[in-house]
């Protein structure tokens, strides 16, 4: 099961952050913290996978971003690499080239992206254009 999804920039600034099991408020910043740094001290050679504490983080770099998805020990850490590379990839779709910018002025539809992938902390949605039919139903009333 899926636990969390941060995105941060390579100074460690948390970008975009979703839980799906309850953390208190105080303790998300120290999660956090740490997740991201076990990541970012990690070299570009070494394994994405990291065991930390009751969980495993998966992460992957892109440009100047980086995903990373805290999952259950259970979870098959190939398939949440892979859910990240298609996370990016629909991103990239909907944006035209995401950018760290793209993710904090778009926020709420960073969330929707990642609401139509990601439900109770499991995987519901991998086609492309399913995910992205909220979004594009939403841009055309708003031209419209």
């Not at 899926?2 to 799906?20: A, E, P, W």
């Not at 990373?68 to 996370?87: K, M, P, R």
């Amino acid at each position: 099961m899926i636990k969390f999804v941060l995105m941060v920039n390579q100074q460690g600034q948390t970008r975009l952050s979703k839980y799906y099991e309850p953390v208190e408020l105080s303790k998300r910043a120290a999660l956090e913290a740490v997740a991201v740094r076990c990541c970012l001290s990690r070299g570009k050679h070494q394994c994405s996978f990291v065991e930390y504490k009751d969980f495993k983080l998966v992460y992957r770099q892109y440009a100047a971003l980086y995903v990373v998805v805290g999952v259950s020990d259970s979870e098959n850490e190939l398939s949440i690499y892979e859910l990240i590379q298609n996370f990016v990839e629909v991103l990239d779709k909907y944006f035209s080239r995401v950018s760290e910018l793209d993710i904090m002025f778009n926020l709420d539809s960073v969330h929707i992206i990642l609401d139509e992938m990601i439900q109770n902390g499991h995987i519901v949605e991998t086609n492309k254009s399913r995910i992205l039919a909220p979004l594009t139903a939403i841009d055309k009333m708003a031209d419209g």
